[in-house]
T-cell receptor
Framework: ELKVEQNPLFLSMQEGKNYTIYCNYS?????LYWYRQDPGKSLESLFV???NGAVKQEGRLMASLDTKARLSTLHITAAVHDLSATYFC???????????WGAGTKLIIKP | KAGVTQTPRYLIKTRGQQVTLSCSPI?????VSWYQQTPGQGLQFLFE???????NKGNFPGRFSGRQFSNSRSEMNVSTLELGDSALYLC????????????FGEGSRLTVL
């Protein structure tokens, strides 16, 4: 059974600091996705990582994928308050049209 | 380009009733997926449709059903509602055949009393 684990589940940090969210998954997959959810809102796609070694960056966020280690990271550089949200990673389950989700990391960035 | 539209946005039902939720995908997207989100269980896959065919179904009881129409619009139905069905039900569409990148609607928040 494919399991996706994120850590930490909760992160409170100061503006200007750097931090990394980790996403581990239990079986082989070459497709990993990061989403953001603001309170009371829907999910927004951030990154699509489709191969080993994939790295994508958007503003202060950078995501990477190591399929051999079954690990993806979401790195936040010089955090700003607007990045406060819950971040989810999800893995494609054997290409059978469903995503398996991590529990989410609730990120609070304090001014 | 209009996004994924879900209706209704909020609804309150009582145990034993049934509910139908609707989802209109982004124009041109033929894959529609449904997910249930709760604080305790997180995001769980319900089902996925492509060209009116259900290609996969999650581990939910038969009370949860869905369908897709020829215009790609989708509905899901929950019969004999239970308190535990209270959740945010999210619909997502995708332009590609595989799971791919999902575009989510705002969700339908169901409260069962």
């Amino acid at each position: 059974e494919l399991k996706v684990e994120q850590n930490p589940l909760f992160l409170s940090m100061q503006e200007g600091k750097n931090y990394t969210i980790y996403c581990n998954y239990s079986t082989t997959s070459d497709r990993l996705y990061w989403y953001r959810q603001d309170p009371g809102k829907s999910l927004e796609s951030l990154f699509v990582l489709l191969s080993n070694g994939a790295v994508k960056q958007e503003g202060r966020l950078m995501a990477s994928l190591d399929t051999k280690a079954r690990l993806s990271t979401l790195h936040i550089t010089a955090a700003v308050h607007d990045l406060s949200a819950t971040y989810f990673c999800a893995v494609d389950k054997d290409s059978n049209y469903q995503l398996i989700w991590g529990a989410g990391t609730k990120l609070i960035i304090k001014p | 380009k209009a996004g994924v539209t879900q209706t209704p946005r909020y609804l309150i039902k009582t145990r034993g009733q049934q509910v139908t939720l609707s989802c209109s995908p982004i124009s041109g997207h033929r894959s529609v997926s449904w997910y249930q989100q709760t604080p305790g269980q997180g995001l769980q896959f319900l089902f996925e449709y492509f060209s009116e065919t259900q290609r996969n179904k999650g581990n939910f009881p038969g009370r949860f059903s869905g369908r897709q129409f020829s215009n790609s619009r989708s509905e899901m139905n929950v019969s004999t509602l239970e308190l535990g069905d209270s959740a945010l039900y999210l619909c997502a569409s995708s332009p590609v055949a595989l799971a791919g990148e999902l575009f989510f609607g705002e969700g339908s928040r169901l409260t069962v009393l």
